[in-house]
């Protein structure tokens, strides 16, 4: 299987089965719900473990949760434990609504202190780490290779993103920070009371469960720079090879635009389950190459709805049996860089209804093959509908099926009367 890489600039070959392949995903940080746009990584690592596993790899996957962060300190002042908690549980229960599982681990920073502080003092030690006021800071200039993920060129680097005056050097990012007014969490350290800085968390996670090296590190391609490029540059620092390839997912735009909860253009994925439900957002992910950018709108989600029922449609007719090649043309797309957008064209060939639904079952959509059954007052709607007709009362026909159509269902007329199918 190959799959495209974000340091080397091209596609680079998984070891052969079984492997293993050691997955690490940066997870949420937990402030609110999770929009749309933070499922796409949780989906595509889903999707990727379960495809592993179908052609019999030994895959673990690593998706972190970050619950202590400025950006929970800022939503809420003396109440971030609370606030983590809770938008902790929220991500776990709308993802758990995606019916694609859990990862293997999940593990929180708040719960990595001790091998974070231990990888800080590596660091510090190795002279890739100095204390400033009860900070600690890595030094950007003394690592080599920094730059290397994301195309960024040293000599051309501004300020990091939390300017300091304690820094050597503006472009050095924390490690570890002290204690600070209206901050409501704090650990012992060898440089007094405070807490791990953004990066260092996902470098002592991914050791401690996957080991200092493993195959794919994934996120979205807005992390590349900083995040990815300071987890790189400080585990390689203190002698661990890290990740060997690295998957950027595209971002969710609106109109062009990416969703960001710090713009606000965003959409709940609670709220878009609501609406949509789970199995339309799936498809909706299947349409676009997880390494490009893909427009989220009423458009788009109204055309995977289509294709669902597309899906539907072909259980509720006749199973007709595909050629033998046909299974090896969808391995096909997803070996070549796990390319969606054709493995759902292949399928949507298939009137195989034993090949589609294992295929599906990749993509958690084995549920498209079950025929629902509509409630008793539904029915008992069509049949006065299939009566009105029988005697030309188009009138009240049409209200019948206006009224069926408000209730979420489309009464079909077949040739054994009809068949009602859920909008």
Avoid at 264 to 276: I, M, P, Q, T
Avoid at 330 to 350: R, S
Wanted: hydrophobic content about 40%; glycine content about 8%; aromatic content about 10%.
């Amino acid at each position: 299987m190959r799959l495209y890489d974000t340091l080397t600039r091209g596609k680079q070959e998984l070891p052969p089965a079984p492997g293993p392949v050691r997955m690490y995903t940066c997870g949420p940080t937990v402030y609110q719900r999770i929009h749309i746009g933070n499922a796409r990584p949780f989906v595509i690592s889903m999707w990727l473990r379960r495809w592993l596993a179908e052609r019999d790899y030994d895959v673990t996957l690593v998706e972190n949760i970050t619950d202590v962060n400025d950006k929970i300190y800022n939503a809420a002042p003396g109440k971030s434990t609370e606030l983590a908690a809770s938008a902790s549980q929220w991500y776990v229960e709308d993802t758990d609504r995606l019916g694609l599982g859990r990862p293997d681990h999940e593990p929180k920073a708040t719960e990595t202190i001790p091998e974070i502080v231990a990888l800080i003092e590596e660091l510090v030690r190795d002279g890739f780490g100095y204390e400033a006021g009860g900070d600690v800071y890595f030094r950007v200039a003394r690592f080599d290779d920094y730059g290397h993920l994301s195309g960024q060129r040293l000599d051309q680097l501004e300020a990091d993103e939390d300017p300091s005056p304690l820094k050597e050097d503006p472009r050095d990012f924390a490690l570890w920070k002290a204690t600070k007014a209206g901050e409501d969490t704090a650990w012992d350290s060898p440089w007094g009371r405070g807490r791990p800085g953004w990066h260092i968390e996902c470098s002592a996670m991914a050791e401690k469960l996957l080991g200092p090296t493993f195959e794919l590190h994934l996120g979205g391609l807005d992390l590349v720079f900083p995040h990815h490029e300071n987890e790189r540059a400080q585990s390689r620092a203190a002698g661990r090879e890290f990740a060997q390839l690295w998957m950027h997912n595209g971002m969710l735009e609106f109109v062009g635009e990416k969703m960001s909860k710090s713009v606000g253009n965003v959409a709940s994925l609670h709220d878009v389950l609501e609406r949509w439900g789970r199995e339309t957002i799936l498809v909706y992910f299947l349409t676009a190459h997880w390494s490009k950018p893909v427009d989220f709108s009423d458009g788009t989600m109204e055309a995977a709805q289509a294709r669902v029922e597309r899906f539907r449609d072909v259980f509720r007719g006749p199973s007709q049996p595909a050629p033998a090649e046909e299974w090896e043309r969808f391995t096909a797309a997803l070996e070549d860089d796990f390319n969606t957008p054709e493995a759902l064209a292949v399928m949507h060939g298939w009137r195989d209804h034993d090949l589609l639904r294992r295929a599906l079952d990749i993509f958690g959509l084995a549920s498209l093959a079950e025929e629902r059954e509509a409630p008793s007052e539904i029915i008992e709607l069509a049949k006065q509908r299939q009566e009105a007709r029988a005697v030309r009362d188009w009138d009240e026909a049409d209200r019948l099926r206006a009224e069926i159509e408000a209730a979420g269902w489309e009464a079909r007329d077949v040739a054994e009367g009809f068949q009602l199918v859920p909008r």
